[in-house]
């Protein structure tokens, strides 16, 4: 295929290419942060979109999870959002901390924390102009005549993908009112997969990959900044505080607070807690099964861990926490549990590129490399950036592929090390430090580029 064609359709910055003015018409499949990174950045740039949501409500549920907003992330909300509301709070220093709660190092670095909500809400504004509280010191974002058309459906399950030529006919079922469920198709010229880790579009074209358990979890959970003692705001407030110890890391920073307030004193403490759960034993199932007695594989999600598996968990936050830490957990009013996995596929195009794998449904990272929504920024900005004639083909798969596999590996070790390994304080901040490294910087194995040639 031509290295300046997308989809068999030829496209030059939407000038016209061999007497061909149209711009191909996109589904996105997936309507969290990766499917809305892909719905703005293509409204932006002229293409017609049609996002699928398989959640049934128009709004996605608050996941209560704070998030370190990397580059890439920081960068699509500087070109794309029209909202004017920041999306961050800074973070000014690094701290490690003893079991004892005192501080062993610290280093002036400056970094910016986000939260899932907020940057949901801002890019709901940016696509499809849903109007909300999390606006307040904002605007709801101007209509351009040069946006393309936007189409958001909610309770839509992706069923299937058919070939039809130079089109991909998409099959879903569409839920109803009623609760009933009606089949339903959608033509597209490019399909955007960005329905996660358990990618049910990846599924399709790569069966045999599937998330593997690593053999430990992160606790997550949010505090209010004021309801939290002197000595745990000390290290916490616009600090991003650290504890290492056998099988155990915790790190807590502020984020935004409700409707993405930033002002001090309505901001959030978010607390991020990686403890092993070995497979088979009797603690990880008592702590992935929800207080409905549903054992669930992957996340008990906020508000429905049973009360006799976080008060184990509270009983090893007091036994082998920082008392700030330590705090930070009992105080928590909804508590969430992830396990943490491993996936990644072997390329991001099919169906003859009419098929795009972007963010956790290409490679779902560790949370250690604190990039998976900067990586499918990333993502978008590059398929934005191929589809418009900026770089060829060869270019896109290159630099989302290297990345993928790099920063992909790059978590297993740092979190191998983490949680299975007992090392010294220092190599646990030089691999923090090498987590950071931006990604323009980064340098990346040969291994990384192999094969790409044939993709």
Known sequence: MDDNTANGTPHTNGEPTKGNLRKPEIVIVGGSLGGLFAGVALKCHGYNTTLLERTPENLLHNQGAGIVAGGDTIEFFKRYDRTGKPVAVPSYKRLYLNQQGDVIHEEVNRQNMTSWDLSYYLLRANYDRVDSPYLEGGKLPEVRPTDGKVTYRSGCTVTDLEHQGSKVRVHYKRRQNDGSEVADSIEADIVVAADGPSSTIRAMFEPDVKRKYAGYCVIRGTVPELEVTKAAHEVFAERFCFFHAPGIQNLTY??????????????????????????????????????????????????????????????????????????????????????????????????????????????????????????????????????????????????????????????????????????????????????????????????????????
């Open 254 to 455: 502020t984020i935004a607070g409700e409707h993405g307030n930033t002002t001090p004193g309505h901001r959030l403490l978010n607390f991020v807690w990686y403890a092993n759960f070995p497979e088979g034993e009797p603690e990880l199932e008592k702590l992935m099964t929800d207080k409905d007695g549903r054992r669930r594989r992957i996340t008990i999600p906020p508000g429905m861990i049973a009360w006799d598996a976080w008060e184990m968990v509270k009983s090893m936050g007091h036994a082998r926490l920082p008392p700030q830490m330590a705090e930070m957990a009992e105080k928590t009013k909804a508590p969430f549990v992830q396990c943490i996995t491993d996936v990644i596929t072997r390329k991001n195009l099919y169906m003859d590129d009419k098929v795009v794998l972007i963010g956790d449904a290409l490679a779902g990272f560790r949370p250690h490399t604190v990039a998976s929504t900067s990586q499918a920024a990333f993502n978008v900005m590059s398929l934005v950036d191929w589809l418009d004639g900026e770089v060829g083909r060869k270019q896109f798969v290159k630099q989302t592929m290297q990345y993928a596999r790099g920063i992909q590996d790059m978590g297993v070790k740092i979190g191998d090390r983490s949680q299975l390994e007992t090392l010294p304080m220092e190599e646990y901040i030089k691999d923090r430090n090498f987590a950071s490294i931006k990604r323009e910087d980064r340098q990346y194995p040969e291994w990384t580029l192999d094969g790409l040639d044939d993709i």
